[in-house]
C-alpha cells in the first residue's frame, strides 16, 4: 500500500523531479502538456496531493517564490525518498496490469435491460462522440509531430487513441449483434412486458 496513491501524485513527482516548482505551477503545467486528459483534478485536489506528498517525505518545501502582485507561493521540490517512490510507482503501473472499472463496462454487464432499439441508437450516439474525439487526437498528434515534439512525449495520446478506435470496432460489432432478429425477439421475450417508465 502506497503511501499518497492518487494517481495526480505521481504527476507531481514526475514535474518535481525536472525542477522545483510550486503548486500554482504545477497545475499550469499539466494543463500545458496536456497531462490534465490523464490526471483528474482540480486546484483543491492539487494542493491536498502536496500536501499528502510533503507529510509523506516525498517531497520539501524549498523556499517560496513572488511574482507579479500575487501572495508569495510556496516551492517544493523531490526528495530522494520521493525519487524512489516516482520510479517505483511508475515501473510498477507500467509493468502491471490493474483492475479497472470503467463505467462503459458496468453500462456492458446491464446492457439487456434496454430495449434493443434504443441500445442501439445510444449506442450510434457514443461512436460519434468517440469518432469526433479521436479524430481530435489524431490532428493533435500529428500536429505536435510536426512541430518537433517527440514521439515518446506522445505516447499518451496514442494510446487513448488506440482505445478509441478499440471501443469503436467493439461498438460497431455489439450494434451488429443487438440487430439480429433472434436477439430481438428473445428480449421482447423476457423484457418486453415490463413497464420501465418508472
Given at each position: 500500500m502506497r503511501k499518497v496513491s492518487n494517481p495526480l501524485a505521481l504527476a507531481v513527482l514526475a514535474f518535481l523531479l525536472m525542477e522545483p516548482m510550486h503548486?500554482?505551477?504545477?497545475?499550469?503545467?499539466?494543463?500545458?502538456?496536456?497531462?490534465?486528459?490523464?490526471?483528474?483534478?482540480?486546484?483543491?485536489?492539487?494542493?491536498?496531493?502536496?500536501?499528502?506528498?510533503?507529510?509523506?517525505g516525498f517531497i520539501v518545501e524549498r523556499g517560496s517564490?513572488?511574482?507579479?502582485?500575487?501572495?508569495?507561493?510556496?516551492l517544493y521540490a523531490l526528495t530522494d525518498e520521493g525519487?524512489?517512490?516516482?520510479?517505483?510507482?511508475?515501473?510498477?503501473?507500467?509493468?502491471?496490469?490493474q483492475a479497472e472499472y470503467p463505467h462503459?463496462?458496468?453500462?456492458?454487464?446491464l446492457l439487456s435491460v434496454l430495449d434493443p432499439a434504443e441500445a442501439?441508437?445510444?449506442?450510434?450516439?457514443?461512436?460519434?462522440?468517440?469518432?469526433?474525439?479521436?479524430?481530435?487526437?489524431?490532428?493533435?498528434?500529428?500536429a505536435a509531430a510536426e512541430g518537433g515534439v517527440g514521439w515518446v512525449f506522445?505516447?499518451?495520446d496514442e494510446y487513448r487513441l488506440a482505445l478509441l478506435e478499440a471501443e469503436l470496432r467493439f461498438v460497431a460489432t455489439l450494434v451488429d449483434s443487438l440487430?439480429?432478429?433472434?436477439?430481438?425477439?428473445?428480449?421482447?421475450?423476457?423484457?418486453?412486458s415490463r413497464d420501465d417508465s418508472g
Open positions: 503548486p500554482y505551477e504545477l497545475g499550469r503545467r499539466l494543463q500545458e502538456t496536456e497531462k490534465d486528459r490523464s490526471f483528474r483534478y482540480n486546484r483543491g485536489s492539487l494542493y491536498m496531493v502536496v500536501k499528502q506528498l510533503a507529510k509523506a517564490v513572488r511574482d507579479t502582485e500575487r501572495p508569495e507561493r510556496t525519487r524512489a517512490e516516482l520510479y517505483d510507482w511508475l515501473r510498477e503501473l507500467v509493468a502491471t496490469p462503459f463496462g458496468a453500462a456492458l454487464s442501439v441508437e445510444l449506442l450510434g450516439r457514443r461512436s460519434a462522440t468517440l469518432a469526433e474525439e479521436a479524430a481530435q487526437i489524431r490532428e493533435a498528434v500529428r506522445l505516447v499518451d440487430g439480429r432478429p433472434d436477439y430481438i425477439e428473445t428480449w421482447h421475450t423476457i423484457f418486453g
